[in-house]
């Protein structure tokens, strides 16, 4: 049986989503497409506008076959950890013979170039990239600098213009398509990858281009434009399956406005200010003097956006910082990711099925290496955010996302906790 995979967010379904997921049955031939979606938190550190049960529901309404959750625990991490985890999950189904991810520069063969490059991490690679982070740049700009500097040693790169190469390297979904070729080479995975040309607009563009227009421009649309002018706007953006259950969404007030970030970050301050800067330092990441200059801003007077400005550095970017952010606002420390990460991935969420691919399942449940839950009240009755099972506590913070996440609806009927244990498995 040969399956296709896909690694998304859906934030929410678009049309170049549905591109996407068109293409990748077209160019595998396979029958069955499996998506790894993000739960109620991005990778980029953010609420997502609807939950995970709607982007679900979305994602079987436009073709996905079956949706599997990937756990917090590597979701709001940066984008290397975020992919290996998603191929490895994918890997560890024992289902997945093929990956497609988008790309804004739609050839495999030079993003695997790039991807090599960065595993093999030549003595000079490794040499510039330090001199780099040294002088306090960035880590992404680091290594594209580090990469364009070792250009010459690598004779797969030199079949590419160097200018060509650092313009792959900058844009956000060749950085991620990279990265799961990344994964699959450590891996030494037989699963294949390709990619298509990312159709449209660019990730973060305010434009539309005919009927294509990203995920960031219709959120946009949500969090400032009345009601039925942002839903009339979006109509066109996203097949009409998607739209219908964002729209249904959006009226019952089940969906998550920008405005949140507000309520977490004062949530996290509130926590700040009843810590001490060596707490801090027990999180990934928060080291070198970080900890001091969050105490500090946490001390000064609160405002959400200067609050992020003010960490912001040249070595610190703003989505490092909403993801260390949420990593504070979950109890989310090193130890804990640890343990998370100890012979992961312990399980599969299953999230949703599409009818008539019963069989689908029964062969997931059959084949894969790791555990598949589908009801979660199953295995667990209760959080449990201390536990030293890698199982208990990934899925514990699996279902306190769900928890937090409720308290961030737009009506607030819809806050009650525990929607993990009671919401029925999405059948579409």
């Known amino acids: 049986m040969s399956v296709t995979a896909l690694i998304v967010e859906y934030n929410p379904f678009h049309n170049g989503h549905q591109y996407h997921l068109n293409q990748s049955k077209k160019i595998t031939k396979n029958d069955d497409l499996i998506v790894i979606m993000s739960g109620n938190y991005t990778q980029r550190g953010e609420a997502a506008l609807l939950d995970k049960w ?14 599997l959750e990937l756990p ?63 002088k306090g740049v960035d880590f992404p700009t680091a290594r594209r600098r580090a990469l364009i500097a070792d250009y010459q040693s690598n004779s797969e790169l030199r079949k590419y213009n160097k200018n060509r190469i650092e313009e792959i390297i900058k844009a956000p979904n060749n950085i991620l398509g990279i990265e799961y070729l990344k994964a699959l080479s450590r891996l030494n995975s037989k699963i294949k990858a390709h990619t298509i040309k990312r159709v449209g607009t660019d990730y973060h563009s305010q434009k539309v281009n005919k009927n294509y227009a990203s995920a960031s421009l219709i959120r946009n649309l949500i969090n400032t434009k009345p009601q039925t002018e942002a839903l ?28 949140c970030k507000t309520k977490i970050l004062s949530k996290t301050v509130d926590q700040l200010r009843r810590s001490r800067a060596q707490d801090l330092k027990k ?24 609050f992020l400005n003010s960490l912001k550095s040249k070595n610190l970017t703003e989505s490092r910082i909403k993801r260390k952010i949420l990593q504070i606002y979950f109890g989310l420390d090193a130890e804990k990711i640890n343990i998370a990460e100890n012979n992961a991935p312990h399980y599969l969420r299953v999230l949703g099925l599409k009818k008539g691919k019963e069989n689908l399942l029964s062969l997931l449940q059959q084949k894969s290496e790791v555990e598949i839950i589908i009801n ?36 607030s009927n819809h806050s009650q906790a525990r929607r993990d244990f009671y919401q029925k498995f999405i059948k579409v």
């Not at 997945?96 to 790309?103: N, P, R």
């Not at 199982?391 to 009506?411: F, G, K, M, P, T």
Request: with cysteine.
């Open 72 to 134: 917090l625990t590597y979701n709001i991490r940066s984008a290397e950890y975020f992919a290996y985890y998603s191929v490895l999950s994918l890997a560890k189904s024992n289902l997945v013979d093929s990956i497609v991810f988008g790309s804004e520069a739609g050839d495999i063969k030079i993003l695997a170039a790039v991807a090599e490059a960065l595993v093999r991490e030549s003595s000079n690679f490794k040499k510039e990239l330090q001199k780099h982070l040294t």
């Open 283 to 306: 999180f990934k990441g928060i080291k070198n003097g970080l900890e001091n200059r969050i105490i500090e801003k946490a001390a000064a007077s609160f405002k959400a956006d200067s």
């Open 54 to 67: 709607a982007r679900t529901e979305q994602a079987l309404s436009c073709g996905a076959d079956l949706v």
């Open 376 to 411: 979660p009240a199953a295995k667990i009755n209760e959080l449990n955010l201390n536990s030293k099972d890698p199982l208990i506590l990934s899925l514990s913070y699996d279902l306190l996302a769900s928890n937090l996440y409720a308290l961030l609806y737009q009506n």
């Open 232 to 259: 009339t706007a979006a109509r066109k953006l996203m097949p009409a399956d998607s739209w219908k259950i964002l729209k249904r969404e959006i009226e019952k007030g089940r969906f998550v406005k920008k405005d």
